[in-house]
Nanobody, 120 residues
Framework: VQLQASGGGLVQPGGSLRLSCAVSDSRPMIGWFRQAPGKNREAIGCIGGSTIYYARTGGRFSISRDNTKNAVSLQINSLEPEDTAVYYC????????????????????WGQGTQVTVSS
């Protein structure tokens, strides 16, 4: 399985960005994570039969799926400097459930990540 996140860039505070994750084949679930400079990687959310968001995302993040393209998007609104990070998409190849999960340890296929920088 190959995943590739794209769509990152430099954005001003308050702006929006839409990241995309291209997946080489259909997967039951895809998760989004991010890692800010000097910090541990953290979960944003996942999409499968349902969508789950990590509590800290605060409603500014939205994950959607385009099954025709094996792609998953992450929409980020009202960007803040604290959102500066490398954003990753990943999948748990053994997951067979009907929803999804954000247990990072279980994700075993990762894309290379895309850099998002929020600065004026």
């Amino acid at each position: 399985v190959q995943l590739q996140a794209s769509g990152g860039g430099l954005v001003q505070p308050g702006g929006s960005l839409r990241l995309s994750c291209a997946v080489s084949d259909s997967r039951p679930m895809i998760g989004w994570f991010r890692q800010a400079p000097g910090k541990n990687r953290e979960a944003i959310g996942c999409i499968g039969g349902s969508t789950i968001y990590y509590a800290r995302t605060g409603g500014r993040f939205s994950i959607s799926r385009d099954n025709t393209k094996n792609a998953v998007s992450l929409q980020i609104n009202s960007l803040e400097p604290e959102d500066t990070a490398v954003y990753y998409c990943a999948t748990d190849r053994y997951y067979t459930g009907s929803s999804c999960h954000i247990q990072e340890y279980a994700y075993d296929y990762w894309g290379q990540g895309t850099q998002v920088t929020v600065s004026s």
